[in-house]
Structures are given as C-alpha cells and as structure tokens.
C-alpha cells in the first residue's frame, strides 16, 4: 500500500467526518467535493487491511449511487455478491 502516497475515497458524509476525527491519517480528499470524499495518508500506521476495507466501501458506494444504466448497477453488484471484491 506504501506505493501510493495517498488515495481518495468516497465516504458517507457522518462517516467521513467520523473517520478525519478518529484518524490522523484520513483528512479531506484533494480536488474532490470535501463532503463526500477522503484522503486517506498510505504511509501512517493504519492498517493495509483497514484502507483496503475503505476502497472496497467507496467503490461499492459509488457502484449503488452512480452507476447507469441501473442494469449494469445491478449486474456488477450480482457480481459482486458472487464473487466478493479483491482483497
């Protein structure tokens, strides 16, 4: 996870205010909308698990909230629930 300095992801926004205070490592995503998405710092001491668990989340989100046609959206999500996400 190291090789990237930082990565963005989309958040719930309770959860990403919950996430920036509980966690030096998560801030604000850069050039994205601050409501909905964080910046979470590769290089602290959070877990790979656990920022892996965070990228799974936001492209499940994104996949339910953004996707069209829906039956692609729900063609990825049957997928998915088959099949899981990489860990």
Known sequence: MNDFGQVAVKCDPDE???LRERYEEI???YHFNKTHWNGIRTAGDLP?????????NSYLLVVRRSVTP??????????????????
Do not use: K, N, T, W
């Open 27 to 29: 801030g604000p995503a």
């Open 16 to 18: 990403a205010v919950r």
């Open 48 to 56: 790979d698990a656990f920022i892996r668990e965070q990228i799974r």
């Open 70 to 87: 829906r039956s692609l959206r729900e063609e990825i999500l049957r997928h998915v629930e088959e099949h899981g996400l990489p860990e």
